[in-house]
């Protein structure tokens, strides 16, 4: 997937982890190795961190193994985490009270931050459901059918012949998988017992490895099959694989169980399907629905050894039932299973999640959230802390024989209107007509200078009207003459002081003010605001104000378009 990725179009970075960061050769039948605990999460966490920034990050393995960490990472670095869970391995019993609360906040975790999961089969994911993950964020993911694997030749067969004769004096039956409680293979050794008194021609092999393999070779000497129509064949490398399948009648399919509360996905039939193999089936399971389905095999009965021998006695004697099972096999493989469909299927998922999980707009949203707390705790504080200079303008008004507090409507968010509160500096006019003009225009002109007039702003922050940081707040009527670059900045708050502001000079336009306010949203972050306040604070320690020319120094913009567009009598 990461490969196709890559050379299509590399739309988003993908972060595979697996369980075994070093590469390892991929050996059929073996088991999964271990990889649990701090260190295995920790190298885990390290290898992303040294890695290009994901968008998305793909962790194949069992949850348990270091999902815990890539948790964290996901909730850290924001990119959506997809989990791909092949098998569930199975663990001791225990009762200790710090490891199952452990396991619980583990799942907690993996539910928080999940994306999705892609389960080996309906078992894994009917686990995962009932560990309360949502069922429309699970689906099924088989290994699928790789056919370029096993083009048959008759130099394989050959190989397999010369290294194993025995096996090519009769019709050949194989098993390929993990050898462990969790498949009842003894079944099988159990058929093989049964069919040397009905077809003693039959042969059986059992190819790969496992903690249950040397119990096995016993029990099958003790039913005196083994090395008569039955033989063990070490676990062999996925491309050698084609040497036994290409020279094989059926492939016997083994549907896993629950074995010391874990399972695997019993996907072993898809190379038998690429193979163009008949399957089949000992048991129930997944397995024998498919294969019954599109009878590319036979369902043998559990739990009854003889029925099961007689009924694939019977399927091998019938050469043409067997051929059209074995196309029946290859079509599964080619179609619906197919390998390069499911890895279509899942990089259309991948890109899914990538776009409604976006790692830009999640750092986004937490941009905002910062954002909105930053305005909530600094708002508060200014208003606690310049309590006293509120009350003393608000005295000064009073002297001056002046409300103190002006309203005025404004557009805010998606031009919404709101109140703005202010210390009502627009009273020029009547401190020119006053007997002492001289120092009420001089506390006005402090005021506006100095951006204590925008001091009860702070409230309209407290509330979430406004932020600290935006484009200032315009009349509503300015709306209709807003051309769509303009409307930009409807899309956040506005603010006591912006971009436009810290960067005022003589001569400012309206133009290049609303060429200003859609930079800020553009561009905005944290960072920028914090730059902004700086800016603010340094030219009000200065004496420059908040810019050249605030909003309410320019002419009214409604008119100034209005003209614009030939209405002159405006």
Same mark, same amino acid.
């Given at each position: 997937?990461a490969?196709?990725?890559?050379?299509?179009d590399?739309?988003f970075?993908?972060?595979?982890?697996r369980?075994?960061?070093a590469?390892?050769?991929r050996?059929f039948g073996?088991?999964?190795?271990?990889?649990?605990? $701090?260190a295995?999460?920790?190298?885990m966490?390290?290898? %992303?961190?040294?890695?290009?920034?994901?968008?998305v990050?793909v962790?194949?393995?069992?949850?348990?193994a270091?999902g815990?960490m890539?948790?964290? $990472?996901?909730?850290?670095?924001? +990119?959506p985490? %997809?989990?791909?869970?092949? =098998?569930?391995?199975?663990?001791?019993?225990?009762?200790?009270?710090?490891?199952?609360f452990?396991?619980?906040?583990?799942?907690?975790?993996l539910?928080?931050?999940? +994306?999705?999961v892609?389960?080996?089969s309906p078992e894994?994911?009917?686990? $995962?459901?009932?560990?309360?993950?949502?069922?429309g964020?699970?689906s099924?993911?088989?290994?699928?059918s790789?056919?370029?694997?096993f083009?048959?030749?008759?130099? *394989?067969?050959?190989? !397999?012949?010369?290294?194993?004769?025995?096996?090519?004096k009769?019709?050949l039956?194989?098993?390929a998988?993990?050898?462990?409680?969790?498949?009842?293979?003894?079944? !099988?050794?159990?058929?093989? +017992?049964?069919?040397?008194?009905?077809a003693?021609?039959y042969?059986?092999?059992i190819?790969?490895?496992?903690?249950?393999r040397?119990?096995?070779?016993?029990y099958?000497?003790r039913?005196?099959?083994?090395e008569?129509? *039955?033989?063990?064949i070490?676990?062999?490398?996925?491309a050698?694989?084609?040497?036994? *399948?290409n020279?094989?009648?059926?492939v016997i399919?083994?549907?896993?169980?629950? @074995?010391?509360?874990?399972?695997? +996905?019993?996907?072993?039939i898809?190379?038998?399907?690429?193979?163009?193999?008949?399957?089949?089936?000992?048991g129930e399971?997944?397995?024998?629905?498919l294969? =019954?389905?599109?009878?590319a095999?036979?369902?043998?009965?559990?739990?009854?050894?003889?029925?099961?021998?007689?009924?694939?006695?019977?399927f091998l004697r019938?050469?043409?039932?067997?051929?059209r099972?074995?196309?029946?096999a290859?079509?599964?493989?080619?179609?619906?299973?197919?390998?390069?469909?499911?890895?279509?299927?899942?990089?259309h998922t991948i890109?899914?999640?990538?776009?409604?999980?976006?790692r830009?707009?999640?750092?986004?949203?937490?941009?905002?959230?910062?954002k909105r707390?930053?305005d909530?705790?600094?708002?508060?504080?200014?208003?606690?802390?310049l309590?006293p200079?509120f009350?003393?303008i608000?005295?000064?008004?009073?002297?001056?024989?002046?409300l103190?507090?002006?309203?005025r409507?404004?557009?805010?968010l998606?031009?919404?209107?709101?109140?703005?509160f202010t210390?009502?500096?627009?009273?020029?006019?009547?401190?020119?007509? @006053?007997?002492?003009?001289?120092?009420?225009?001089?506390?006005?002109?402090?005021?506006?200078?100095? /951006?204590?007039?925008?001091?009860?702003? %702070?409230f309209n922050? %407290?509330?979430?009207?406004?932020?600290?940081?935006?484009p200032?707040?315009?009349?509503?009527e300015y709306? /209709?003459?807003?051309?769509?670059t303009?409307?930009h900045r409807?899309?956040?708050?506005?603010?006591?002081?912006?971009?436009?502001?810290?960067?005022?000079?003589?001569?400012?336009?309206w133009?290049?003010? $609303?060429?200003?306010d /859609?930079?800020?949203?553009?561009?905005?972050?944290?960072?920028?605001?914090?730059?902004?306040?700086w800016?603010t604070?340094?030219?009000?320690?200065?004496?420059?104000?908040?810019?050249a020319?605030?909003a309410?120094?320019?002419p009214?913009f409604?008119?100034?378009?209005?003209?614009?567009?030939? /209405?002159?009598d405006?």
């Amino acid at each position: 997937i990461a490969a196709r990725t890559r050379d299509e179009d590399n739309a988003f970075n993908l972060a595979v982890v697996r369980r075994a960061l070093a590469p390892q050769m991929r050996r059929f039948g073996y088991p999964s190795s271990s990889a649990t605990g $701090f260190a295995y999460g920790l190298r885990m966490m390290l290898s %992303l961190i040294t890695q290009t920034k994901a968008d998305v990050i793909v962790l194949r393995a069992p949850p348990f193994a270091g999902g815990f960490m890539l948790s964290c $990472f996901a909730a850290f670095s924001g +990119a959506p985490l %997809l989990i791909d869970v092949p =098998e569930l391995p199975g663990k001791s019993q225990n009762g200790n009270l710090v490891e199952r609360f452990a396991h619980g906040f583990l799942l907690r975790m993996l539910r928080w931050k999940t +994306a999705h999961v892609f389960a080996g089969s309906p078992e894994i994911k009917s686990w $995962f459901e009932t560990q309360r993950f949502d069922p429309g964020l699970i689906s099924v993911l088989p290994f699928g059918s790789e056919t370029e694997l096993f083009i048959p030749t008759r130099d *394989l067969q050959t190989a !397999l012949f010369e290294k194993y004769p025995q096996l090519a004096k009769g019709p050949l039956c194989i098993y390929a998988g993990n050898i462990h409680r969790g498949r009842n293979i003894a079944e !099988l050794l159990e058929v093989a +017992a049964a069919m040397l008194s009905i077809a003693p021609d039959y042969r059986f092999a059992i190819i790969g490895d496992g903690p249950d393999r040397l119990d096995l070779n016993a029990y099958a000497a003790r039913l005196d099959v083994l090395e008569k129509n *039955l033989w063990f064949i070490p676990a062999v490398a996925r491309a050698e694989l084609g040497h036994i *399948l290409n020279a094989t009648t059926v492939v016997i399919a083994i549907p896993p169980r629950w @074995h010391d509360g874990g399972i695997d +996905a019993g996907n072993h039939i898809f190379d038998g399907l690429a193979a163009g193999k008949p399957i089949a089936v000992l048991g129930e399971g997944w397995q024998r629905e498919l294969i =019954e389905g599109r009878q590319a095999g036979v369902a043998l009965p559990g739990d009854n050894a003889d029925a099961a021998a007689r009924e694939l006695a019977d399927f091998l004697r019938d050469g043409e039932l067997v051929r059209r099972a074995g196309e029946q096999a290859l079509a599964l493989a080619r179609g619906k299973h197919s390998s390069d469909r499911i890895v279509t299927d899942v990089r259309h998922t991948i890109e899914k999640i990538a776009t409604l999980y976006s790692r830009q707009e999640v750092w986004r949203q937490r941009s905002l959230r910062l954002k909105r707390a930053l305005d909530v705790i600094m708002s508060l504080a200014m208003l606690i802390v310049l309590s006293p200079v509120f009350f003393i303008i608000t005295a000064g008004f009073i002297a001056c024989g002046w409300l103190p507090f002006a309203g005025r409507m404004r557009s805010g968010l998606r031009g919404k209107s709101f109140r703005v509160f202010t210390f009502d500096t627009l009273k020029t006019d009547r401190a020119k007509n @006053h007997a002492d003009a001289s120092w009420r225009n001089s506390f006005l002109n402090f005021l506006r200078r100095s /951006a204590l007039d925008r001091l009860p702003e %702070l409230f309209n922050v %407290l509330i979430g009207n406004m932020s600290l940081v935006g484009p200032r707040p315009l009349p509503g009527e300015y709306k /209709a003459f807003y051309t769509e670059t303009q409307q930009h900045r409807l899309d956040v708050r506005p603010g006591i002081t912006g971009w436009a502001q810290v960067s005022g000079r003589a001569g400012f336009t309206w133009d290049e003010m $609303f060429a200003h306010d /859609a930079w800020y949203v553009d561009h905005r972050s944290f960072g920028l605001d914090l730059k902004i306040l700086w800016k603010t604070a340094v030219g009000i320690f200065l004496g420059r104000g908040l810019g050249a020319l605030p909003a309410g120094q320019l002419p009214r913009f409604d008119e100034i378009e209005a003209r614009r567009q030939g /209405a002159e009598d405006v």
